[in-house]
């Protein structure tokens, strides 16, 4: 719908906004979504499907002779498990087969269609368990996080800068091996354009720390600076080195990081302080053990680093070498409007553009709401200037989820793009489902 907005001048507009600000000031967190990331907002991944992969997994090794490892029948049906999941998605997935300990191993990898393929970034876990139990933190809970970040690259329909790559290994815990062969049979050409392998390996764990590998730099900040953001302190994770699947790309001087969430290491009393949970005990007590099943998980941690992979993925994959289609830059974090009351934003943060927003900039907004009269719609652009997008208008009709076309070439791209949202008449509310802006 092409609008001849109203723009308001910055004076007003500025003063508005300082004046939205005070009101924000004192309202609940809920009261705005924050900025989106710098580039693009990644979905809230939802727990509840990570753990419907973890059930799968758990009763895969219960009927497999109660584990997933290396070499049994478990571990090929967990293989098979992810592997549907994603042929289902549309990824374009191979087993790599390989022998250890005189069992045939398997990785799995899956190619997400598009995307510079002189840059890859990959993100990986290893899918096998110890023969001692079902491995469901170690390392269902990695395989399923990462499955459940595919899963939502497909829902979708990312078309990211750089090209995705998933990867699940096979036999991790008899000595990295099956990631060393894939590092080792991946051309040097193929391996020079692998930008950055991301790990996750025990995410889960049920006495929970928040640890980001310290490898590369800017992965490393990515994730810390997530984590920041909600509010998690987080600790580098020292022990690491060399006791996962992202050593043998490291070792070939390809860029790594990871989350981790401990595993027999003891809690101290600070990191308990600042975590939760008991000092004085494992990280987690059923570390290759038999009792690693579906109730060795601590929700919360699964939860915040399952979108802390989905995050990861979103941002490290941007600023490739083609340029983007259509930029987009969406908030998805759903913003309750009070009724009859104060106004709620939700910010996206576009950041690395060049001079001024489009004359045609779209404005995709989705809003729940049972009597869309009551609202007033505003963009709100980095200097405050203030687009109205309606105004009052739509009487009793429910929902606004419209795409507004505002000319913004007056505006510089970058900085934080404001939907702000007022509910002026009593009776009937909503929320702020969804903010985009394509470039
Ligand atoms: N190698 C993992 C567990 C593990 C132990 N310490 C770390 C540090 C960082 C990542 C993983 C780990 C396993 O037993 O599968
Ligand atoms: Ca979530
Ligand atoms: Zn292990
Ligand atoms: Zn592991």
Redesign the pocket.
Known sequence: MNLSVLRVPRRTAAVAALALAGLLAGAAPAATAAPGPAVLAAPDIPLANVKAHLTQLQSIATSNGGNRAHGRTGYRASIDYVKAKLDAAGYTTALQTFTSSGATGYNLIADWPGGDANQVLMAGS?LDS?TAGPGIN??GSGSAAVLETALAVSRAQFKPDKHLRFAWWGA??LG?VGSKYYVNNLPSAERSKVAGYL?F??IGSPNPGY?V?DDDPTIEKTFKDYFAGLGIPTEI?T???G??D?APFKNVGIPVG?L?S????TKTAAQAQKWGGTSGQAFDRC??ASCDTTANINDTALDRNSDAVAHAIWTLSAGGTTPPTGDVYENTADVAIPDNGAAVTSSVTVSGRTGNAPAALKVDVNIVHTYIGDLVVDLVAPDGSVYNLQNRTGGSADNIVKTFTVNASSEAANGAWKLRVQDKAAQDTGYINSFKLTF
Do not use: I, P, Q, W
Request: aromatic residues 18%.
């Open positions: 290893h110890v170690d390392n991790e815990e990295l790990n390996d025990m640890f590998y994770e022990e690491g080195d006791r996962s992202h990871g981790f401990g595993a027999d290491y570390y290759h």
